[in-house]
């Protein structure tokens, strides 16, 4: 055989090898999409309501699947991933807790945002031993503009569940007031103490409820008296004012603080007291769906941008700087997805997870995302021998959402977009068929 002989069979070897390899990868990607497209078109329960899919290879820069992927859904909690974006966009590695200056005897300080103060589901960020500390007198500079407490389209009856605590410039005890009943105690301790003169048993003992109530226009609550066999806590949003806060921190701090609405001239607040670490906020605000963090982390955002605290001025930047490229444009009206007027594409936020895997690296992001099975909101569902499901969930009555990452048997990281609107089954049937194309997904990929 001569040297060009055996270079020509070679080659024609090679060719066909690898056209085998092309029909094999085609006819296994066709197989995987004919298996999810039946399992979205013919299972019950997706077939109660309206689902979009979206599964994208950001290796290969293609879409491996795709259902409804351009219609438009309302996210719920999802949207946490854009105010995730906002965020790493806008703010620095630690949380600035006050903007203050000091001259002569006086120290001067407002707010930006952060959620930290006196918050029990936070680490200290050490701003009350720094005010502490200071010899000189306080003086708070109220905001030029203040957030309404609540976003647009929240719905006004959820003001008593802990998950709708009101946004505000400079949050207190996660503006959220803590209930504890001890065992064989029927009187309760309030954190902060200053509440337990405005909490009274309730007579009406034909109520069912359990826990505690908060009257719709004021601070005052009530309980339902019973023996407590076990410690029981409850966690109910009081009304926010300006007032108050000043109220609580003088009574923390055992100092008076004066409050002015115009900053003195030839003043500047250019010193900056930093708090506890960003990423533990996002981790809050992913893994446990926070809504009181994702609305502040936008104020902050709002509060780096501008100096100004408004929930809008850092969405518009965000969409205007940085998602100018996302294939529709997101409806997108608060930091938490509480609101219904929220709508967003599944390829919209698959687009939106590329560009934060380009931003952040894999080790700092599956540590910050709900893990299936191990972690955060999904720490019931995804089981297996390692984790393979890295994403956001979002949830509310007759809608889920799933979107996130999925690392195949094979290690290739792929992203999806999953949501459903509109079903009329219960969100745990629902969970469980989504969990079944994912996790096929994995195996087969």
């Known amino acids: 055989m001569t040297t060009s002989n055996f270079h020509y069979k070679s080659s024609t070897f090679l060719l066909v090898f690898l056209l085998l390899m092309l029909l094999g990868g085609c006819s296994a990607t066709k197989n995987l999409n004919q298996n999810i497209s039946k399992q979205i078109n013919q299972t019950e329960n997706f077939s109660t309501g309206f689902t979009g899919f979206v599964l994208y290879d950001p290796t290969t820069k293609k879409t491996i699947f795709e259902h409804n992927s351009d219609k438009y859904f309302t996210p719920a909690s999802n949207i946490k991933l854009f ?16 903007r203050y200056a000091i001259k002569n005897d006086s120290l001067i300080f407002k707010a930006t945002g952060d959620p930290s103060l006196l918050n029990p589901d936070l680490p200290d960020s050490g701003l009350l031993e720094f005010l502490k500390s200071r010899n000189e007198q306080l003086f708070y500079l109220k905001p030029s503009y203040s957030e309404e407490k609540f976003g647009p389209g929240w719905a006004w009856d959820d003001y008593n569940y802990a998950f709708s605590a009101e946004k505000a410039a400079f949050p207190i005890y996660g503006n959220k007031l803590k209930v504890i009943f001890k065992e064989n105690n029927p009187l309760p301790h309030t954190i902060p103490s200053s509440f337990e003169n405005s909490i009274a048993s309730e007579k009406d003992s034909m109520k069912k409820y359990r826990g505690i109530r908060r009257k719709l226009n004021s601070n005052h609550f009530t309980y339902i008296p019973k023996e407590n066999k076990k410690n029981f806590e409850a966690n109910v949003p009081f009304i926010y004012s300006e007032e108050l806060f000043l109220e609580l921190l003088s009574d923390t701090l055992k100092r008076e603080i004066h409050s002015i609405k115009l900053l003195p001239q030839k003043w500047q607040l250019s010193s900056s007291y930093n708090g506890i670490a960003t990423d533990t906020l996002y981790k809050k605000m992913l ?13 902050l955002a709002s509060e780096s941008i501008a100096d100004t605290l408004k929930s809008d001025i850092a969405i518009e930047f965000i969409k205007k700087n940085h998602l100018q490229d996302l294939p529709d444009e997101p409806i997108w009206v608060d930091g938490s997805g509480l609101s219904r007027y929220n709508l967003i594409t599944p390829r919209t936020i698959v687009k939106l997870l ?3 895997q380009n931003e952040v690296d894999w080790e700092r992001l599956t540590a910050l995302l709900p893990a299936g099975g191990e972690s955060g909101t999904l720490k019931s569902n995804f089981k297996a021998e390692y984790p393979y499901i890295f994403a956001k969930s979002g949830s509310m009555s007759n809608n889920y959402s799933l979107s996130g990452y999925l690392k195949t048997d094979n290690g290739k990281v792929l992203i999806f977009s999953f949501m459903n609107n509109n079903f009329t089954v219960s969100n745990q049937l629902l969970k469980k068929e989504i969990e079944q194309i994912l996790l096929f997904i994995k195996d087969n990929y």
């Not at 105010?83 to 006050?98: C, H, K, R, V």
């Open 354 to 356: 590329e560009k934060v």
């Open 83 to 98: 105010t995730f974006y906002a965020g790493l966009q806008t703010l620095e590695d630690s949380i600035p807790s006050m």
């Open 287 to 299: 893994q446990k769906s926070d809504n009181f963090i994702a609305e502040q982390i936008l104020l």
